[in-house]
T-cell receptor, first 113, second 115 residues
Framework: GNSVTQMEGPVTLSEEAFLTINCTYT??????LFWYVQYPGEGLQLLLK?????DKGSNKGFEATYRKETTSFHLEKGSVQVSDSAVYFC????????????FGTGTLLAVQP | EPEVTQTPSHQVTQMGQEVILRCVPI?????FYWYRQILGQKVEFLVS????????KSEIFDDQFSVERPDGSNFTLKIRSTKLEDSAMYFC?????????????FGEGSRLTVL
């Protein structure tokens, strides 16, 4: 079945450091891929998405490229800020077959000043 | 302002007790979902609800679970007889045109602790 695997956290970085959070997926169809973020005390919110191979999703300085050959959707940011501290969830959906999101375990990012 | 408000934010209950978690959408939503996350584990899909009916449910969503939208606004998840392993954060979510739009909006979650 479909699944998502993302790197375990916590990831601790200094402000302005480069961020990569790895995400790989297993899917039988043609999924759409997502990154959701959960700030402390809030619900999950969509950060970015890509709906087909080679698409790049971007938002708030974060980027992720849908790589079908490596079944990956790694999240990157060139210079993190303290305000980026949150839990990041990789997710996929094969909405043609099912109406749900499948999430990874989440990766806690802590950015220190 | 959150799109979805969940209550209670935290509930502690004894094993075997019934629990009702509530989700109050702000606007007229069509697709509703319940997800949960056991501490340190994946966010798991429980059930989706469309047009006042369950459209899909996971293996987790057994006879102990039920959902309803009794008055057209509140969306509830009921656990009839809680077990220790039901301790988790429960998230309500909603979407517009299913996942073709690629986005779900989530509530802040209700933490359930079963003792």
């Amino acid at each position: 079945g479909n699944s998502v695997t993302q790197m375990e956290g916590p990831v601790t970085l200094s402000e302005e450091a480069f961020l990569t959070i790895n995400c790989t997926y297993t899917a039988t169809g043609y999924p759409s891929l997502f990154w959701y973020v959960q700030y402390p005390g809030e619900g999950l919110q969509l950060l970015l998405k890509a709906t087909k191979a080679d698409d790049k999703g971007s938002n708030k300085g974060f980027e992720a490229t849908y790589r079908k050959e490596t079944t990956s959707f790694h999240l990157e940011k060139g210079s993190v800020q303290v305000s980026d501290s949150a839990v990041y969830f990789c997710a996929l959906s094969d909405y043609r077959a099912t109406n749900k999101l499948i999430f990874g375990t989440g990766t806690l990012l802590a950015v220190q000043p | 302002e959150p799109e979805v408000t969940q209550t209670p934010s935290h509930q502690v209950t004894q094993m075997g007790q019934e629990v009702i978690l509530r989700c109050v959408p702000i606007s007229n939503h069509l697709y509703f979902y319940w997800y949960r996350q056991i501490l340190g584990q994946k966010v798991e899909f429980l059930v989706s609800f469309y047009n006042n009916e369950i459209s899909e449910k996971s293996e987790i969503f057994d006879d102990q679970f039920s959902v309803e939208r009794p008055d057209g606004s509140n969306f509830t998840l009921k656990i009839r007889s809680t077990k220790l392993e039901d301790s988790a954060m429960y998230f309500c979510a909603w979407g517009t045109g299913g996942l073709a739009t690629g986005e779900l909006f989530f509530g802040e979650g209700s933490r359930l602790t079963v003792l």
